[in-house]
Structures are given as structure tokens and as C-alpha cells.
């Protein structure tokens, strides 16, 4: 049974930075790629980042290129998202999710590709 716990979302202003963390169980963790998405009320869930199950290769959205960074300890069974000159358009609950394939190449981007997910952490950024 695989267990992805996000932690690390919060209030921030405008211009701000935070730093998510998902630890995860389960499955080998470092066979799969992991992947953050976002989901904003009344919106569909959205990419955001991921990254290989090496950790080689990363994807970031148009809307984060260059404010986010995405990595991964598989020693420690976690992925984290940097998020830097975070505005209040970032604002959303953010889910970690992992690939259902494994080793997977090259990374997808697309949701339905995941098929385990945390339960969420929320991101506020005040204007």
C-alpha cells in the first residue's frame, strides 16, 4: 500500500518562498517518477512539476519555470518542491502525486498517469 504525506504549505506573502515535502511508502520508491500538481477551487487538478525516478530529469510548468524547483532524496523516500517569488496565482492546494509506471521514460506530465496521491497541503499567497 503506497503513502504519499505532503507537508511543508502554509500562508505566505507575495514575493515569498516555501518548501513542500512528500514522503512516501510502499513501493520501491526510487523506481518511479514523482510529480506535483496543484488544484485551485473550481479548477481541474494541474501540473506543475516532476521529476525521473533518477532524478536526472525535471518538468516544470510555463507558470513556475524558473520559480519552482523540483528534487528528490530516494534515501529518504522524499520529493520536495522549492517554491520561490511565489504570487497569489499560486495559490491552491498542492498534492504530490506518483507515476502508476514504473521506471517510466520520459516523464509524463499528465494526471491520469499518477495513480497515487497525498492528501494535500494548502498554499496561500496574499497579495
Do not use: H
Not at 513501493?27 to 477551487?41: C, K
Not at 513556475?64 to 518542491?81: C, Q
Amino acid at each position: 500500500q503506497v503513502q504519499l504525506v505532503e507537508s511543508g504549505g502554509g500562508l505566505v506573502q507575495a514575493g515569498g518562498s516555501l518548501r513542500l515535502s512528500c514522503e512516501a511508502s510502499g513501493r520501491t520508491f526510487s523506481n518511479y517518477a514523482m510529480g506535483w500538481f496543484r488544484q485551485a477551487p473550481g479548477k481541474e487538478r494541474e501540473f506543475v512539476a516532476a521529476i525521473s525516478w533518477s532524478g536526472s530529469s525535471t518538468y516544470y510548468a510555463d507558470s513556475v519555470e524558473g520559480r519552482f524547483s523540483i528534487s528528490r532524496d530516494n534515501e529518504k523516500r522524499t520529493v520536495y518542491l522549492q517554491m520561490n517569488s511565489l504570487k497569489p496565482e499560486d495559490t491552491a492546494v498542492y498534492y504530490c502525486g506518483q507515476d502508476r509506471s514504473i521506471r517510466r521514460r520520459p516523464v509524463t506530465t499528465t494526471v491520469t498517469d499518477y495513480n497515487y496521491w497525498g492528501q494535500g497541503t494548502q498554499v496561500t499567497v496574499s497579495s
